[in-house]
Structures are given as structure tokens and as C-alpha cells.
């Protein structure tokens, strides 16, 4: 997720959605101040006016602020009344601009932090960023948060504290009709795969082809890119037989698409060998333990509402739901 998961900013970002998350230009111009500073041009936000009414998320999601949750933040979070996010633009459903052209930010992801930060009582705003200098820029003190369909692996955890929200897997995104006749991992030596930069997916795709050589099979032709969009096109030019992404994010394109005539997806166990379910999860500095184990009791203020189940229909995403709300679940 990108497990996943599946670069996408350095430009400007986006506009506000409804009324609890913000998508602003120059969320990093602080000149790398602790991930505790809050940004200079944030105006305070008094822990009563958190507490004021409900903020509509989405349609059919409300959610009223718990003081409690907002008194519970890092004292310059919670003074700013802003949580910096970075995410990485586009990687459908989860991230996305809303029209061609747009700047405004929307999506799964940022529907979840839409609906954690009017929990807690605060605005998310969100910057795009390119995918591998995200936990980075977090580190440096840029931004708070990483909400960019990101995968909750050990070795990123040394880094950062992942709120796990979703779990999900990889499959392949092909060319509609299957012309390559993909069905399992063998299938792919030799071949010209694509995949974002940067991902979960690059390294699964690297042990596959350590397979193929392993058998005698000429290794698989790894094409990565800095979006997944890209790899996409590439994909739709004929330079690559299949784009290696998150399921949900190949089920959205494929079904998305030129109205569903352009792609097709090929997923289960067989067809990138053994990976099993991974979390995936909001990355937090770990310079803010409390603002990580704040998150975590709006997620579960969520899932214990039923908002969390409404936003996961709302992008027919309900099978990638977890049961609990939880801090580094990592399986790997």
C-alpha cells in the first residue's frame, strides 16, 4: 500500500474540503522547525471553539469534536489548531484531485483525516509531496503526519509511529482483456514491469524476480516511476504488461478508466506469491507520542460511531476495514 502503496508533490496544494480539512500551499516553510512548531500563519484554536458543532465530513458523516481528545493534543497542535499533512498526489482512491486541473485534494485518505481532525477537533492540512521524501519530511519536522495510502512495514516504524486505519494487499493493473496472459508470479519473468518508486509494491516486485532468477527465468524487466499515474501511461503505451499498485487502487483505476474499457485487474495470492493482508496506516512524527495517541482514540470514536464504516462504503472499500484502532501493527 502503497503496500501499497503507491509520488506525487511539490507543488502547491490543495483547497479546503467542507469544513474540517485544508489543503494550503506551504505547509513545509517553516525552514525545518521542530514537528512540535506550529505554523506561523495558523491562527489559534482554543480548545472550547474545537468543541463547537459538528463538522459534515462527507455526505451522511458528521462528527462533533471530544474536548477531551483536544485537550489530549501536543499543547502547540492543539494552540495552532492545525495537523501539517503530507500525502502524495494522485493514488486513487485514497488521494486524488478532484477535477483535471484542480488543486483540490480528495479522497479516502483525506475523508479519514477529515474525520479524525474534526474528532479532535482541529484542521488536517494537507501538502503534496513525492512519495520516498515523505517520512523524511516528516523526520525534518515539515510536516506532522503522512496520510498517503502507506504501508505500516517495521522498517519504516523505526522512522515513525503508524496509526493503522486500513488493511490492504497488491495486485497487478493490465491492460484490458489480459493480452499478456498474467496469472501468476512466473508469469511476470522476463517481462516489463512497472511500479511506483518508493513502494511496497517495488520491493514484492524485487523478490519476485529474485524468483524467477532463482529458477532459471530471466529476472523481471522492474520499471519504476514517480507515480503511480505514470506507470499507468506507461501502461497504456505498451511499454510495461502490468502496473504492480495497491488492490483497491488497481480496482478503482481499472474500474474508473475510460469507463471501465481500458484496464483490467489481476489479483490473489498466486499472482505476486505469498503476501498476505499489511496494514496500512497514518505515519506520525515520533516527536509527537501524543498527538499519535490522540489519533488513535478518534479512529476508534470513529469506528465505534459507524463514520469510519460510512466513509470506507463511500468508496465501495468496506472489505479493507480493521477491527481495532491501533499504534505499529506491522506484520513485516
Known sequence: M?????????????????LGVLALTGCGSDGGKGADAAPAAQSASSPSKAAAAPVTVTDGVDVSADAALNA?????????????????????????????GSQEIVGLD??????????????????????????PAVQAGKFDIVLAGMTDKKEREQAVDFVDYV???SGLLVAHGNPAHLAVAADLCGKAVAVQSGTNQLKLLQDRSKDCTAGSQKPIDIKTFPKD????????????????????????AAKTADGGKTFDVVAG?????AQGKSPMGIAVSKDLPQLSDAMVQALQALMDDGSYKKILDKYGVPFIAIPKAEKNQAVD
Open 110 to 135: 483525506v475523508d479519514i483525516a477529515h474525520a479524525i481532525g474534526a474528532k479532535l477537533g482541529v484542521k488536517v492540512e494537507f501538502s503534496p509531496a513525492k512519495f520516498d521524501g515523505l517520512l
Open 2 to 18: 502503497k503496500s501499497s502503496l503507491p509520488a506525487r508533490r511539490t507543488a502547491a496544494a490543495a483547497a479546503a474540503l467542507g
Open 72 to 100: 489530549a493534543l501536543p499543547e502547540a497542535v492543539r494552540k495552532a489548531g492545525v495537523i501539517r499533512a503530507a500525502t502524495d498526489v494522485p493514488y486513487p482512491p485514497y488521494e486524488m484531485f478532484k477535477t483535471e
Open 229 to 252: 499515474s505514470d506507470a499507468q501511461l506507461a501502461l497504456r503505451s505498451g511499454q510495461v504488461v502490468a502496473d504492480v499498485l495497491n488492490s483497491v487502487t488497481a480496482a478503482w
Open 167 to 169: 488493511n490492504s494487499n
Open 269 to 273: 495470492p498466486e499472482v505476486l506469491g
